[in-house]
């Protein structure tokens, strides 16, 4: 089921965060789950990252047009085609007919042949001009498919990650089978340094270890060298996951997720 209607919130000037929650029942208690999306607005031309969960149409059209304020919307990055980032996709082409889909789309003309003219491919390190600020397309270092993509914005310093860095927080039981990064109601528009406790080592290893099972099997050590790079090169104040709180303490989460995957590499062995 979803959760009560969120309202986008300002990460940063021209940098709003959108989406909402899947709510369920666990752990003895309710929990929420985000399916994040991201609106990036420039002096001429506005950029959505994502499209969130299709359980939240309605309610991510209304934050884009409230966040809008009359403008229209002129492109969209899903970050891959899954459908919590891009299964609003049709809903968002049809309220806007001037937006265009833009990245790494090699297959969306099989998901939305109907949109096929309105695609756009672009490369990691080309960049989408929004007037006074530029969307630059990134490679993904830690991905869920192949086409995944990652983004940052040159005004606000937002790193746009998808599926990376997404931690569990504040779970009351760790031990039991969860693999999502949930939270309590009412943290659902916080940012990482303003909910009550900092994700753990082992919460990120937990959550990273199911949701992207690969990293059972590689060492992502090179992947974690090319983000320092990456940040070093595209100063950074704040990720933005897909899964997850908005991460406001970057060189604190580099720290943890690093510790986590090499967690869930080692112990590979061990059923993490």
């Given at each position: 089921?979803?959760?009560?209607?969120?309202?986008?919130?300002?990460?940063?000037?021209?940098?709003?965060?959108?989406?909402?929650?899947?709510?369920?029942?666990?752990?003895?208690?309710?929990?929420?789950?985000?399916?994040?999306?991201?609106?990036?607005?420039?002096?001429?031309?506005?950029?959505?990252?994502?499209?969130?969960?299709?359980?939240?149409?309605?309610?991510?059209?209304?934050?884009?047009?409230?966040?809008?304020?009359?403008?229209?919307?002129?492109?969209?990055?899903?970050?891959h085609?899954?459908?919590p980032?891009?299964?609003?996709?049709?809903?968002?082409?049809?309220?806007?007919?001037?937006?265009?889909?833009?990245?790494?789309?090699?297959?969306?003309?099989?998901?939305?042949?109907?949109f096929?003219?309105?695609?756009?491919?672009?490369?990691?390190?080309?960049s989408i001009?929004?007037?006074?600020?530029?969307?630059?397309?990134?490679?993904?270092?830690?991905?869920?498919?192949?086409?995944?993509?990652?983004?940052?914005?040159?005004?606000?310093?937002?790193?746009?990650?998808?599926?990376?860095?997404?931690?569990?927080?504040?779970?009351?039981?760790?031990?039991?089978?969860?693999?999502?990064?949930?939270?309590?109601?009412?943290?659902?528009?916080l940012?990482?340094?303003?909910?009550?406790?900092?994700?753990?080592?082992?919460?990120?290893?937990y959550?990273?270890?199911?949701?992207?099972?690969w990293?059972?099997?590689?060492?992502?050590?090179?992947?974690?060298?090319?983000?320092?790079?990456?940040?070093?090169?595209?100063?950074?104040r704040?990720?933005?996951p897909?899964?997850?709180?908005?991460?406001?303490?970057?060189?604190?989460?580099?720290?943890?997720?690093?510790?986590?995957?090499?967690?869930?590499?080692?112990?590979?062995?061990?059923?993490?």
């Open positions: 089921m979803t959760a009560a209607f969120e309202s986008a919130r300002r990460i940063a000037d021209g940098a709003f965060w959108l989406g909402g929650c899947l709510s369920a029942f666990g752990h003895g208690e309710e929990v929420h789950y985000h399916v994040n999306a991201f609106l990036v607005i420039g002096d001429e031309r506005a950029v959505l990252i994502d499209t969130g969960d299709p359980a939240h149409r309605e309610m991510v059209l209304a934050q884009v047009e409230e966040v809008l304020a009359g403008r229209t919307l002129d492109y969209v990055v899903p970050t085609p899954e459908i980032h891009a299964g609003n996709l049709p809903a968002l082409m049809q309220r806007y007919p001037q937006a265009v889909v833009v990245g790494e789309i090699r297959d969306y003309h099989l998901h939305f042949p109907e096929a003219d309105r695609l756009l491919a672009l490369p990691p390190g080309r001009d929004l007037g006074g600020r530029e969307l630059m397309l990134m490679p993904a270092h830690i991905r869920d498919l192949e086409n995944t993509t990652w983004a940052w914005d040159s005004g606000a310093g937002v790193l746009f990650v998808s599926d990376g860095f997404s931690f569990i927080h504040d779970v009351p039981s760790p031990d039991e089978e969860e693999d999502e990064p949930v939270h309590r109601p009412g943290q659902c528009r940012l990482s340094g303003e909910m009550p406790e900092p994700p753990t080592v082992a919460q990120a290893a959550g990273t270890g199911r949701a992207l099972y990293t059972k099997f590689v060492d992502v050590s090179d992947a974690f060298t090319a983000i320092e790079s990456l940040l070093d090169e595209h100063p950074t704040f990720i933005g897909a899964h997850g709180n908005v991460i406001d303490d970057v060189d604190g989460m580099l720290r943890t997720s690093l510790a986590a995957h090499r967690t869930v590499y080692q112990g590979r062995g061990l059923g993490l």
